[in-house]
């Protein structure tokens, strides 16, 4: 969550009143904020939370049309580059989020799966063939991410991707909760691990038992 470096916001109950700039209502950012909110006691309702898209953020916070704004990282990078000393961090997703490692999922539906799960391999293949290259071409990678976003290649960092590409089921475990607490899913509508798998994606642990035995083994 970023703020501008002069504001007197440096709580949540300080944004009580206030206006919270978020890409959608519901997406990682917001479900952030939820969660921060709920921590420090502030009722979600007593804050304003309005739809800005993200390539407009770090103008209306800098235009106090907002009084903060939940950006991805990449934008937040390229807003304070291009900003030095005017913003600050309120707040990052890793201080309050214990399942910050997992944020972006891919979904296919179990019909669409069942129907075409060579379809599915392909394209969790392309995925690891595209993180790959990012990884060996970081700065073509950059032009790339330039071209699609608008944003000018020296304010973008190369983003980071998991050892092959493979789903961190315990974090993955975590987000049940995490949505079912703040509404986002109903109660006991999905079981912590039958929402990801790792099936398409060889060489990845397959069970949550199998991820905390390769942990414990690089220890």
Aim: aromatic letters at 10%; one cysteine or more.
């Amino acid at each position: 969550m970023l703020k501008w470096a002069d504001s007197d916001i440096k709580t949540a109950k300080d944004l009580v009143g206030k206006t919270v700039g978020v890409v959608t209502l519901g997406a990682y950012p917001d479900i952030a904020l939820q969660v921060w909110f709920y921590n420090n006691g502030v009722p979600l309702n007593q804050v304003r939370r309005t739809q800005v898209p993200l390539s407009a953020m770090c103008d209306a916070l800098l235009r106090h049309q907002v009084d903060v704004v939940g950006m991805y990282s990449l934008f937040y990078n390229a807003c304070e580059k291009t900003n030095p000393g005017k913003l600050r961090l309120l707040f990052k997703d890793s201080d309050i989020l214990p399942s910050a490692k997992l944020y972006s999922a891919y979904v296919f539906t179990d019909d669409y799966i069942k129907a075409n799960r060579g379809v599915v391999r392909a394209y969790v293949a392309a995925i690891k063939d595209a993180t790959a290259f990012v990884k060996a071409n970081p700065n073509r990678a950059k032009d790339i991410i330039s071209k699609a976003t608008n944003i000018s290649s020296d304010l973008i960092v190369v983003p980071n991707y998991p050892k092959g590409n493979c789903i961190d089921l315990q974090s993955a475990a975590r987000w049940v909760k995490i949505m079912s607490d703040y509404d986002a899913i109903k109660q006991g509508s999905v079981k912590p691990l039958e929402w990801v798998t790792n099936e398409f994606n060889p060489g990845c642990p397959l069970t949550l038992k199998q991820q905390l035995a390769q942990q414990k083994r690089k220890k």
